[in-house]
């Protein structure tokens, strides 16, 4: 490389608008690692972003920022950059420092902004000591200079701010190295130069590959540690694009007990780990109590509370069929985390349940307002202030998929309790085909605090053998002239016509017979005619489901039309659910995993340091101030002058003190006069 074109570029990297520019990338990018949360699952990018800018984010890495090759290398240029900026100022920051200035000649002196002309009355003498004595009591540190023209003292305090320069650059260099090394660059390095690569898939800790595991004494990581209650682990786990690797701890944890503490309105307060700690090497135990912003560390590894999640819980579900059959519903047991199979006893469906999840405690914002509020909280409605908040625990929820045999798997989120929505109750149950897909939730709500009506009613309308029956019943109790046989056949036939499109399909079925088979002037009227029909079959399939459950049928009023409508628009929408089978959760007996993070930080003492010298730097830079004092002591006059590293408005106050004293000391005049 010639010379000129290194001179050129060591220029380039030492300057400092070269450094402000990376340190301007780095905030932006670390605005994005705030705003973007990290190391999510890569199917929550799909759902959130889109296909376009779900695969252009992640070449920009930005679902990893702090991990990025672009981010370490940048932060790379920065220790460099801010180092060659130090060295290169060094040496003339380090004269500014030692440096008195001793050979200031009077003309530039009389340049200064601060300068004055003192004539002395007391004998010439005299003018040495009382100079001397000032300076040493206003606590300046001088040197003194005898030359031809006369005597010049050159004082100075405060230089030792220009050290917080050394300092506050040196605290960059500190802090971005400790993040080189606790970042992912050692990773990178070693599983280049060791061939390490992440395992892809599902796969036994026992079944990982030897390139997937790292070394016990790895020299930097920040693996996740996944312990239930009960259990014991001494393997980490870190996240590397779309795989993971394993990372040996150098000792065993045991989860013996995990505490979570809740608010009344039910958000977690506090949650903490009970642990029992093995040391593999000496086999020696102790026990430690981990929690929020109180990690525990042991062998150069730093354990933290990182989360917590379901560690097999016991749940125990009675699956409700939609048949038409009156079967009582399957009663079964499953742990979170296993998988089994679930077939009709007739061979009509068969599905391997994945039970993927439990939360005992679920916190929604469930502010009242005119649109559905349990919908708001949990879809999510931008329409209300997000400033009013009411919280409210809608008690356990429960997701688990049913894959048929086709691999095809439907996604579903169901709560545990009734849920109070404008003054009524519903069971909520939610169904998506992907992940990319928000949750779809069917309403089932309540009769007398109990389903079973609305089971009966679906059993009702969805018989084919018992259309005829309600569809009779409903005739007879809506028709104004009973003995006309031809007007009730018609309207026999009419309802269970309205029946068998309703059963396939539910309203959409009932409007695309009405777009494909009466024409566009009349559909508002024959739309109208249908709900109405549906609505009546409703009132009858209701009346018919409580007669064989043996309950008595009350008076009509606005609460139980209210009913009979929301059991309609679940009915409908129960034929778009997926599943055959409604599965509710009846009791469970909870295990919590606790979820640590364990931490090997070599870089962390130097970004204490780092962050110890800039304060100090940052502050020595801002108020330490330099102040230099000249005096010139010549042929029966005195020249003084004073600068400083900053103007502002006590300079000019002391300038005038150290003015007046030296005058009032030598009975001088001043020149030019103070104004």
């Not at 010049?152 to 701010?161: I, T």
């Not at 349990?374 to 409210?392: F, I, K």
């Not at 010139?632 to 590293?645: F, P, V």
């Amino acid at each position: 490389m010639p010379r000129a074109t290194a001179r050129a570029l060591i220029e380039l990297l030492s300057s400092m608008r070269f450094a402000i520019s990376l340190l301007t990338v780095l905030a932006i990018a670390s605005i994005i690692g705030t705003v973007v949360r990290q190391n999510e699952a890569f199917n929550a990018y799909l759902n959130q972003f889109g296909q376009f800018w779900f695969l252009f984010f992640g070449k920009l890495g930005l679902y990893s920022v702090y991990n990025a090759s672009w981010f370490t290398v940048i932060l790379a240029f920065l220790v460099l950059s801010t180092a060659l900026c130090v060295i290169r100022q060094a040496p003339l920051m380090w004269r500014e420092i030692c440096g008195f200035r001793e050979h200031a000649r009077e003309a530039s002196l009389q340049l200064f902004h601060h300068h004055a002309t003192l004539t002395p009355a007391v004998p010439a003498d005299t003018w040495r000591e009382v100079v001397t004595n000032h300076l040493a009591a206003a606590g300046f540190r001088f040197k003194v200079n005898e030359r031809i023209d006369g005597v010049l003292f050159a004082a100075k305090q405060g230089s030792a701010g220009r050290v917080g320069y050394f300092f506050a650059h040196g605290a960059i260099v500190l802090i971005c190295l400790g993040g080189l090394l606790d970042g992912n660059l050692p990773l990178r390095l070693m599983m280049t130069l060791e061939g390490k690569a992440p395992a892809v898939g599902n796969q036994l800790i026992a079944d990982m590959p030897a390139a997937a595991r790292l070394d016990v004494d790895n020299f930097s990581y920040r693996a996740n540690v996944y312990i239930p209650e009960g259990r014991s682990s001494s393997m980490g786990v870190l996240n590397i694009d779309d795989g993971i690797l394993l990372q040996p701890l150098p000792f065993t944890i045991s989860l013996k007990r995990f505490i979570i503490d809740h608010y009344e309105n039910g958000m977690p307060r506090r949650f903490a780990s009970e642990v029992l700690i093995t040391d593999t090497t000496s086999g020696e135990s102790f026990e430690r109590t981990i929690e929020v912003n109180k990690p525990l560390e042991f062998r150069g590894v730093t354990l933290y509370q990182s989360s917590f999640d379901d560690g097999g819980s016991i749940l125990h579900f009675a699956a409700r069929s939609f048949a038409p059959t009156s079967a009582p519903p399957l009663e079964f047991e499953g742990e979170v985390g296993s998988s089994m199979t679930l077939s009709s006893a007739g061979d009509e469906y068969s599905f391997k349940l994945e039970l993927t999840g439990f939360r005992p405690v679920n916190v929604e914002n469930m502010l009242e307002s005119s649109a559905t509020n349990m919908l708001d909280g949990l879809l999510g409605n931008g329409a209300h202030d997000p400033a009013r908040r009411e919280l409210r625990n809608l008690g356990p929820s429960y997701t688990y998929k049913l894959r048929d045999a086709t691999g095809q798997a439907l996604e579903f989120n169901n709560y545990m309790l009734p849920l109070q929505v404008n003054g009524r109750w519903y069971h909520y149950s939610g169904m998506r085909a992907s992940q990319m897909e928000p949750f779809r939730y069917l309403r089932i709500p309540l009769d007398d605090g109990s389903i079973d009506t609305w089971f009966g009613m679906r059993r009702t309308l969805f018989d084919p053998a018992r259309r005829s029956v309600l569809a009779r019943r409903f005739a007879d109790r809506n028709l104004d002239a009973p003995d006309d046989n031809t007007l009730h056949e018609r309207l026999t036939a009419a309802a269970e016509h309205t029946l068998t499109l309703f059963s396939s399909g539910g309203f959409d079925a009932v409007g695309k017979f009405i777009t494909a088979n009466i024409p566009e002037a009349e559909r508002d009227s024959a739309g109208e005619a249908f709900i109405k029909i549906m609505q009546g079959l409703a009132w009858e399939s209701w009346q018919m489901a409580r007669e064989e459950a043996g309950k008595p049928i009350p008076e009509a009023d606005d609460s139980l039309a209210g009913f009979v409508r929301d059991s309609l628009a679940a009915l409908s929408d129960s034929t778009a659910y997926g599943a055959p089978f409604y599965l509710q959760l009846s009791a469970y007996e909870q295990r919590q995993a606790s979820v640590l993070q364990a931490s090997r930080s070599p870089g962390k003492p130097l970004v204490y340091l780092g962050s110890l010298l800039l304060v100090i730097g940052v502050f020595a830079m801002l108020y330490v101030r330099e102040r230099r004092l000249f005096v010139l002591l010549r042929h029966g006059t005195m020249t003084l002058a004073m600068s400083s590293n900053r103007k502002t408005i006590d300079v000019d106050e002391t300038f005038i003190r150290h003015r007046d004293t030296l005058a009032a000391a030598l009975q001088a005049t001043i020149s030019p006069p103070p104004q």
